[in-house]
């Protein structure tokens, strides 16, 4: 009987043994083909900006292609249903953001997905500071305070543009409207791309994204920065305020992006896959591009993103609340 026992531990060993290979050696494999990386939002925004960077730099760190495909629509839904319906394998990794992340659950009214269960998170990128901006030749302000005297004085005529219903610029621009009691009419775009071309090109006058996107344009003169949406100044723009420092003290917003994949993902591929995106946010090529654009890399461990996107949440749940902000 004991012999008999022995054999039938020994098997379930094995059995055991055998079940794990496929895992452990998929996951010692990886990667062996192209990894596609979802970005939720048409190009030319300063999330195509951050997702390429590192993009680059994994490609030649992991020996593989590593290529951005933009999915926009949906306040993000539209990409985070792609990648949820994706094989968990590591092979299709997501561009999240604080509006897929910590203001959807909140502000939509049929969200489509549990955030916290149908994925896993990664690493986060970057935090990046924002701008609030207008168009240098259709508003006649010089400063924040005049923009929002202008506003005050014919509601609901002036219109701002984001990179969509549920975007971090749309969200920062309810916020500033919420403090300071502006009428201002938001039009959506897919993309920050196709909203800075119509706000060029003075089809609407004002806007809030971050700051890697519209930088080259307020250097140009052609759009006015009027105000800084993080706590601190940025060195690109010394002379420009924050909301805060106007009278609006405990207003703050800035664009942040990480990485996620799907739920059931092998904890060893998430593991590597953290590990590579820190070293490519420490490589030259990412660090000298962050500092162009005043982004702020963010390495860290998956569990010290899910405690970042936990903190956020509480916080933009009661911005949706108070602002009473809906995402259709």
């Known amino acids: 009987m004991r012999n008999l026992n022995r054999s039938r531990r020994a098997a379930l060993t094995l059995l055991a043994l055998v079940l794990a290979a496929p895992l452990g050696a998929a996951a010692q494999?990886?990667?062996?083909?192209?990894?596609?990386?979802?970005?939720?939002?048409?190009?030319?925004?300063?999330?195509?900006?951050?997702?390429?960077?590192?993009?680059?730099?994994?490609?030649?760190?992991?020996?593989?292609?590593?290529?951005?495909?933009?999915?926009?629509?949906?306040?993000?839904?539209?990409?985070?249903?792609?990648?949820k319906n994706a094989p968990a394998d590591g092979y299709t990794i997501l561009l999240g953001h604080v509006g897929s992340l910590a203001v959807n659950p909140y502000a939509m009214k049929n969200h489509p997905f549990d955030v916290n269960k149908d994925f896993t998170p990664v690493a986060l990128l970057a935090r990046v500071p924002n701008l609030f901006v207008i168009n240098a030749d259709t508003v006649k302000a010089k400063d924040f305070k005049e923009f929002i005297a202008a506003a005050k004085a014919q509601p609901g005529k002036l219109n701002y543009g984001s990179a969509g219903n549920g975007s971090a610029g749309h969200l920062a621009m309810e916020y500033l409207k919420a403090v300071t009691g502006v009428d201002i009419q938001h039009v959506p775009y897919k993309g920050t791309g196709p909203m800075l071309q119509d706000l060029l090109g003075g089809r609407i006058e004002a806007t809030n994204a971050g700051a890697p996107a519209l930088l080259p344009h307020v250097k140009s003169g052609k759009l006015k920065a009027i105000a800084v949406g993080s706590t601190?100044?940025?060195?690109?723009?010394?002379?420009?305020?924050?909301?805060?420092e106007l009278g609006y003290k405990?207003?703050?917003?800035?664009?942040?992006?990480?990485?996620?994949?799907?739920?059931?993902?092998?904890?060893?591929?998430?593991?590597?896959?953290?590990?590579?995106?820190?070293?490519?946010?420490?490589?030259?090529?990412?660090?000298?591009?962050?500092?162009?654009?005043?982004?702020?890399?963010?390495?860290?461990?998956?569990?010290?993103?899910?405690?970042?996107?936990?903190?956020?949440?509480?916080?933009?749940?009661?911005?949706?609340?108070?602002?009473?902000?809906?995402?259709?």
């Open 29 to 83: 494999a990886w990667p062996s083909k192209p990894i596609r990386f979802v970005v939720p939002f048409a190009p030319g925004g300063t999330s195509e900006i951050i997702a390429r960077s590192v993009a680059q730099e994994l490609s030649t760190q992991l020996g593989q292609a590593v290529y951005v495909e933009n999915k926009a629509g949906g306040a993000g839904t539209i990409a985070m249903g792609d990648v």
């Open 232 to 244: 601190q100044r940025i060195p690109a723009l010394p002379d420009v305020p924050t909301v805060a």
């Open 250 to 328: 405990e207003f703050e917003t800035s664009q942040w992006y990480g990485v996620i994949v799907r739920a059931g993902t092998p904890p060893e591929i998430v593991t590597r896959l953290n590990a590579e995106i820190n070293k490519a946010l420490r490589s030259s090529q990412v660090t000298q591009r962050y500092a162009t654009d005043n982004a702020i890399a963010d390495a860290g461990t998956p569990e010290q993103f899910a405690a970042f996107i936990a903190k956020e949440q509480g916080r933009w749940r009661e911005v949706v609340r108070k602002a009473n902000i809906t995402i259709e």
